[in-house]
């Protein structure tokens, strides 16, 4: 939990992790990407070396290069995603960010619509998750800041966030969802 939330100043980060089974699945596809790739490799260094021709070899180049990066890119993708949301209370502003590599996908809301900070379960009974979520009124679509495992780490995030952007924290765990109108 303490790497979750950072304040600095009047600006809240918290970040939420990518879970390491999705690092895992990345190194397949990774190593499959490499391997096409290094036979490209090895098929231009012979044919450039005057042992065949590149016109022979052009259609395998291409596939082998395009399945590649077919197959290598959604590994990088799997490796390096986070996901993180900024809270500025100066500029009253939620920025939330995802990036993955060199590319990153922004999107800005307003603080002022959101009222309150809610601590949810998934209602399963084996493996139960506590979502801490920032909402607004109906029809504001809530903003999942982190999940635990153990609800008391959940109930601390809730309150120091709601220390911090002086927001109630209420808690839902154990109650039925709102049917939606």
Known sequence: MAGAMTVDGSTVRIDRPMPWVGRLLSLPLLAASFYLVWNVALGLRQDFSGFGRLADDLVPVLVFTGLGLLVGIPGIILLSYRYFVVLNETLRQIVITRQFGPLN?????????????????????????????????????????????????????????????????????????????
Do not use: M, W
């Open 105 to 181: 996908i922004r999107s800005q809301r307003d603080l002022a619509d959101y009222h309150f900070i809610s601590i949810t379960d998934d209602y399963d009974t084996d493996l139960t998750t506590y979502d801490v979520n920032l909402c607004g009124n109906r029809g504001t679509e809530p903003i999942t800041l982190q999940s635990f495992t153990r609800r008391e780490e959940a109930d601390q995030l809730a309150s120091e966030i709601g220390r911090v952007l002086k927001l109630p924290a209420r808690d839902y765990v154990g109650t039925e969802p709102d049917a939606d109108d």
